[in-house]
C-alpha cells in the first residue's frame, strides 16, 4: 500500500507536532504523543487533570482535526466535550471513543 | 583602569564613572567630569574602552510597559531537562524574544529557570506548547505566572562602588 493511502491518524509526526499533555497554562507534565496510538496509550497514564484541562479547552479535537486530519473523531470528542464528564468517567469515556475509533481504523487499512 | 591580556580591570575612577552613568545616562561627559572633578576628555576615554570591552553593554531606555499602555504578562518556567540536553535548551530559550532572562541551576535536578513575557495567558500557553516542550531534553515544566511585581532593577555599580568607599 501506497504511504500516502494511510490516513494521517494512523501516522507518526515529528516532536513538533505531538501533543504536549498539560495540566493548567504552563504546565507540561513530561508525556507527549506523535500518533494516534500513542495519544490513546496516554490517556491512561496521564493525571486525569490533565484531561480535563485539555477537554474542556478544547485542544484535543484541534490537535486531531488540525495535525491527524481526522474530522469524524474530532466530532466524537466534541461531542464529548459537550457530556461535561469529569475525573474517571472523562478518562474512561475518552478512552473507550479513542480506542473504538484507532480500531476501526486499523481493520479499514 | 588597566588592561591586561585584552582585559580591563577597573579602577575606582572608573566605577565612579559607571555610577554616575546609571543615574542619568543622559548627562554630559561635561557634567560628569564636573561631578567627578576629572576632565570631560578622561570621561569619554574610559567610557569608550569599557564600550569596547563590553562592560557597558548599551545604553538603553527603562519602560513602564503598565504606563505605556502595552498589556503583557510575565513568567517564570521552570524546565527539567535532561542533563546532556541542558546547555542546548537553555542556548535555544536565549534566542527567543520573548524569553528575557535563562538560567541554569542545579537543586535535586538539573534546572533551566526562565522569564518569560507573552500578550496574555494563552499566548504564553501557545509558547510553551509550541516551542518550549517540543525542545529536545526538556522533561517537564512548571510555570508560575507573575500576578505582582514587588521590585526589579537592573545590576547596579552603586553598591560595590560604596564598598569601595569612594
Redesign the interface.
Known sequence: MNIENIPKSLRTFP??K?F?F?TS??????V?AASLKEFVEKINEVNVKSLEFHLCRGDFEKWIAETLEDKELAAKIENLRSQNYLGAKLKEQLYNTLIKHYEKLLNKF | MKIKNDALTLDATDLKILKALQEDARQTYANIGKRLGIAHSTVYDRLRKMERHGIIKQYTAVVDGEKAGLKSIT?L?TI?TDPKESERVAEELSKTPKVLEVYASLSEELLIIAKVVAEN?EG??EF???S???M?G??????S?VTKKFKETPFSISNDADKLHL
Open positions: 516532536r513538533e505531538a504536549y498539560f497554562i504552563g504546565n507540561y507534565t513530561g507527549s | 513568567a518556567m527539567y495567558q504564553l500557553h510553551i506548547a509550541n518550549v516542550a517540543p529536545p526538556v522533561l517537564r515544566i512548571r510555570t505566572i
